[in-house]
């Protein structure tokens, strides 16, 4: 294994330096550099800082070259160990881990380290191994396929294969990836197993939960490396909101109400992206109906929900309309992100300047002052979608139903 490397930039005698490099060494065995005085780097390793300091070297204009030197020691996330700081500093160097993300992997590996320090239980620390390993292993699985649009196709496990209810899933499934999209489902049988075989093998996702009945992958998706069985529901739910573009319900159990009503309120509080969500009744079907009439009479006219919030949802008995809905939501509106205090919007196309006015006014209530378009990212977007104009709003961050119909909006300009 390589040894750590750190480049001390002295200005001060070499003795000083001798006594720096050693103290450097005696940590952590590392490979010393000693530069003179004029010496210029692009970083300098927080292990040379803490070493040049206990012997009273000041490196000047230097310092902000530390990776955590800009954070006040009470702030900083640390160990009560000062040494095992010191060797989660080594670990990291000896990794190479870039500075962009160094703070991140440091604030994890003590995050695990603090449940020692605070004597976890072992069932704490089963249930923090299991959870971060399934988000790790779901991280890596889905990451070739993030440029491609997804699905989530929520639904009973228990309708045959020849329920109406199924027969619209398995239509769902193969329409969606005939335009281009991805598929994921629970894994199971069922509706979940009726879109897996309409989307096929190649263009859909599993995502399986173990459990002491009921649940077993599905053939159209076992032993597929896109396959994931997770212990918690809470890991799988993460994966099957954040990895999707939009989110189809078909008509199911406690589970599928669940899950409905979480996606629902992430949405509405503003902690999940805005993304098309559509209940899919079998032809003539009166399932979702009755729960929306529930929302709409027992929420809404109560007050427990604001009248626009179910702008959030659409409701349809026809796949072609489901899909429909799905495809214009992304007619001209891209993805959006946080940019500072604004939301920004990517859109396809840019809006004219009398869409914008229309906008302004029409939405005044849920924004600080009028939108703007810019031709391209923000600065702090870097290099993400250049080709794609921005719409830059002074979003207030309550009213996502209304944000919702901003978003029709802007598809229909």
């Not at 003179?36 to 970083?43: D, L, N, V, W």
């Not at 803490?50 to 009470?74: C, F, K, Q």
Request: aromatic share 10%; charged share 25%.
């Amino acid at each position: 294994m390589k040894k750590a490397r750190a480049l001390f930039l002295c200005t001060h005698n070499s003795a000083r330096s001798q006594m720096a490099e050693g103290f450097l060494r005696q940590l952590a065995g590392a490979s010393v550099e000693v530069a003179g005085a004029g010496t210029e780097a692009t970083r300098v390793h927080p292990l040379a800082i803490r070493a040049m300091a206990e012997v009273g070297i000041d490196i000047g204009h230097h310092a902000s070259n530390m990776y955590t030197l800009d954070v006040s020691a009470e702030r900083r996330y640390h160990l009560q160990s000062e040494e095992a700081n010191r060797q989660l500093d080594v670990v990291l160097e000896q990794l190479r881990v870039p500075e962009a993300t160094w703070r991140l992997y440091a604030e994890m590996l003590t995050s695990v380290l603090k449940m020692f320090e605070d004597g976890a239980e072992v069932m704490d620390l089963k249930i923090t191994s299991s959870a971060l390993k399934e988000l790790r292993y779901g991280f890596k699985v889905f990451a070739p396929y993030r440029h491609v649009p997804k699905v989530t196709v929520f639904g009973s496990a228990r309708t045959p294969a020849d329920h109406p209810v199924s027969r619209q899933a398995h239509g769902f499934g193969k329409r969606m990836t005939g335009a281009g999209w991805m598929v994921i489902t629970g894994a199971g049988s069922g509706v979940m197993g009726a879109a897996q075989e309409g989307a096929g093998r190649e263009r859909s996702f599993g995502l399986n939960i173990r459990l002491p009945f009921e649940q077993e992958a599905n053939p159209w998706i076992a032993d597929d490396p896109k396959l994931i069985t997770f212990k918690y529901f809470f890991t799988r739910k993460l994966f099957l909101v954040r990895e999707a573009h939009a989110m189809a319900y078909f008509p199911g159990g406690f589970g599928t109400c669940d899950e409905a009503f979480e996606t629902l309120t992430l949405v509405q509080t503003g902690k999940a992206a805005m993304v098309p969500i559509v209940l899919v009744d079998a032809p003539g079907g009166t399932f979702w109906r009755s729960v929306t009439e529930l929302v709409e009479r027992e929420m809404a006219a109560t007050g427990m929900i604001s009248p626009d919030d179910a702008s959030i949802f659409r409701m349809t008995d026809g796949v072609e309309e489901a899909a429909g809905e799905i495809e214009r939501f992304y007619r001209v509106f891209h993805s959006q992100r946080y940019v500072g205090d604004h939301l920004v919007f990517r859109l396809r196309k840019p809006l004219p300047p009398e869409g914008l006015a229309d906008l302004s006014a029409r939405f005044a209530d849920i924004l600080e002052g009028p939108v703007e378009l810019a031709p391209g990212p923000l600065q702090a977007e870097g290099s993400e979608f250049p080709e794609l104009p921005r719409l830059v709003l002074p979003f207030r961050r309550t009213a996502f139903g209304r944000l919702r119909q901003l978003i029709d909006q802007v598809n229909q300009t």
